[in-house]
């Protein structure tokens, strides 16, 4: 098998229409494609999908052990932890120094886990294999 790229990342959550609002409207990713049982979000690089969770399964959200986290490159850490706290975002974990650059894990409407990190390299858009920013603990 050779990949050629991640296409997306796919959630099951809880209530489509929040988690829509919350990606689109609080995190900023916009709407690339919308079906009543199906969202994708973002522009490049790969999508964030969200779709109906089971309503009998047990949902198992924000474990940093075995659980999921979303990462996303962020140019200033600190303002956009503010943004988050002022849009009533729960904070997870707040801002922590690391070689690589700082990063925040936030929680979405159903637990999961997003670490925003603000990388110290000087192209901010590099991502380099085994560098450790999304790493929550």
Known sequence: MKIKK???????VKDLDVSVKFYNEVI????????RSWVDLGTSGALLSLHPASLT?????????N?????????DVASAVEEMRQRGV???????DKDAGKNA???DPDDYLISL???NFEDTAQQT???QGFTPA
């Not at 900023?28 to 079906?35: A, D, M, S, V």
């Not at 399964?57 to 052990?65: K, L, P, W």
């Not at 729960?90 to 922590?96: A, L, N, P, W």
Request: aromatic letters at 8%; charged letters at 15%; zero cysteines.
């Open 57 to 65: 399964a047990q949902h198992i959200g924000s474990s940093i052990e």
């Open 105 to 107: 894990v936030i929680l």
């Open 117 to 119: 990190f603000e990388p």
């Open 90 to 96: 729960r904070i997870y974990r707040d801002i922590v």
């Open 67 to 75: 659980g999921i986290t979303i990462g996303f490159l962020v140019g």
């Open 129 to 131: 294999s085994g560098y």
């Open 28 to 35: 900023g990713l916009p709407i690339k494609n919308q079906r």
């Open 6 to 12: 991640v296409g997306n990342v796919i959630l099951a």
